[in-house]
Structures are given as structure tokens and as C-alpha cells.
């Protein structure tokens, strides 16, 4: 009778053991496919945040390079302006047109409808030129 | 890892990708200006300016400027001209910042 209370106690013990085991197993795969759904996720952020800092830097880089074709381009249209005056200050305006009125008054009508001409340009929207006005910088 | 009593938390990811579009305006039409007739008088010439300029417009009134007041017309131009020209790079600058890669514009387009 003994034997019989000894083998069930032990059969018990063996079956609550395995049963833990059993359910301690289940436990740690659902875990386990638990951290590896997180992981598979953390991957797809961390690439997501890696395609954003690459594309905050493309940002950047492309800004740059506008920032500095702009610089350029608004540098260049002081062009105009700068030889016109050098051309004013180079020449007497006033004793040349004393002395040779028919010659100025052909230059200058010339130069102003070159300036017209460029303003008609420079306001095209389908117009392209070479430069930021600076072809006509005989104008005036 | 946690307790093995409790649960491993989820990790949630939420990707939101904000894209500001803003539609490009076509430019305005160019300007069409009008030709404009330039006399100059001096001493040699104004008796055949005068007579010329009768018989041409029908009248012996004009407007005068001095080659000073000529030189800043012509300087003012020239700043409206620089304006305009800055103008438009700041506004191709602009398009182009707003562009999606590959599609900017040129920066000398006018």
C-alpha cells in the first residue's frame, strides 16, 4: 500500500514538474517570437531613422548648393549696375554731347532700346540667358 | 527581458511621413514696353533739332533732361533691372527648395 501512495506521490511530483516545464516552454517561445517581432521592428525603425538622417542630409547638401548658386546669381546682377557706373565715370557724358551730339544720341538711343530689350528678356518666364543679366552690359 | 511573469512588451512603430506640397505658380508674361525716341541737343545741333522735331511730332514741346539727370535715369534703370534680376533667382530659389529631387530648374533661368 505503501509502494502504491509512494508511486503516485512521485508520479505527482513528476507531472507537476513536467507540466512546469511544459508550461515555462510555452511561456519562453511566445517570448521568444515576442523579441523577435520587437527586434524585426527596432531593425525597421532604425532603418527608417537612417533613411531620415540620409534624407535630412540630401536636405542639407541640395539647401547648400541652392544657397550658394543663389549667392551667385544675386552677386551677378549687381553686374549690370557696377559697369554701368564705371561707364558713367569713365566718360563725360556732358562734353561728348556738346561736342558730338548725333554720335551720344545714337549710343544712347541704342543703349536704351538694348535696355528694353533686356527687361523684355529678363521677365520672360520661357526666356534663358546666359548670365544674370550681364549680357547687355553695354545698356545705357 | 522582464519578469518571466510578466509579459514582454510590444514594440509599436508608427511611420507618419508629412510631405508639404506646394504647387508652383506660373510667372507673370514678360514686360512689353514701348520704344522710346532719344534727342540730343547741344549748341551744333539745336536749330536742326528744332526743325526736325516740328516736323515730326507737330509741336515744339519737349521734355528736357540734363546728361546728369540722363546718367541717373539710366542708374535707376539699372537698379530696377538688379531688383527684378534678384527677384527672380530668389524665387527659382525657392521652386527649386520646393522641388522634388531632379526636377529643379536651372539657375540662370530667368
Avoid at chain 2, 31 to 43: E, F
Avoid at chain 2, 93 to 109: F, R
Wanted: proline share 3%.
Amino acid at each position: 500500500m505503501i509502494k502504491v501512495y509512494l508511486f503516485l506521490i512521485i508520479m505527482g511530483v513528476l507531472g507537476a514538474v513536467g507540466f512546469g516545464g511544459y508550461l515555462y516552454y510555452k511561456d519562453t517561445q511566445q517570448r521568444i517570437a515576442t523579441l523577435t517581432a520587437n527586434n524585426a521592428k527596432l531593425e525597421t525603425a532604425i532603418q527608417i531613422s537612417e533613411e531620415s538622417i540620409a534624407l535630412l542630409q540630401s536636405d542639407i547638401t541640395k539647401n547648400a548648393e541652392l544657397n550658394n548658386t543663389l549667392q551667385k546669381e544675386l552677386q551677378t546682377a549687381e553686374t549690370y549696375g557696377d559697369q554701368l557706373r564705371a561707364t558713367l565715370q569713365k566718360h563725360n557724358l556732358t562734353h561728348l554731347a556738346n561736342k558730338k551730339p548725333g554720335l551720344i544720341e545714337k549710343k544712347m538711343q541704342n543703349a536704351t532700346n538694348r535696355l528694353w530689350d533686356d527687361f523684355a528678356s529678363i521677365t520672360d518666364p520661357d526666356g534663358v540667358q546666359s548670365d544674370a543679366g550681364t549680357k547687355s552690359s553695354n545698356s545705357n | 527581458m522582464g519578469c518571466s511573469l510578466m509579459p514582454e512588451p510590444k514594440v509599436v512603430t508608427v511611420t507618419n511621413t508629412v510631405k508639404t506640397v506646394v504647387p508652383i505658380v506660373a510667372h507673370p508674361k514678360k514686360v512689353q514696353l514701348n520704344d522710346v525716341r532719344i534727342y540730343v541737343v547741344s549748341k551744333i545741333n539745336y536749330d536742326t533739332f528744332v526743325k526736325e522735331f516740328e516736323s515730326k511730332n507737330g509741336a515744339d514741346s519737349y521734355v528736357a533732361l540734363s546728361i546728369k539727370d540722363y546718367e541717373n535715369l539710366s542708374l535707376n534703370f539699372a537698379e530696377v533691372k538688379r531688383y527684378i534680376l534678384q527677384q527672380k533667382q530668389i524665387i527659382i530659389y525657392y521652386e527649386n527648395a520646393v522641388s522634388p529631387p531632379g526636377d529643379e530648374k536651372k539657375g540662370d533661368k530667368k
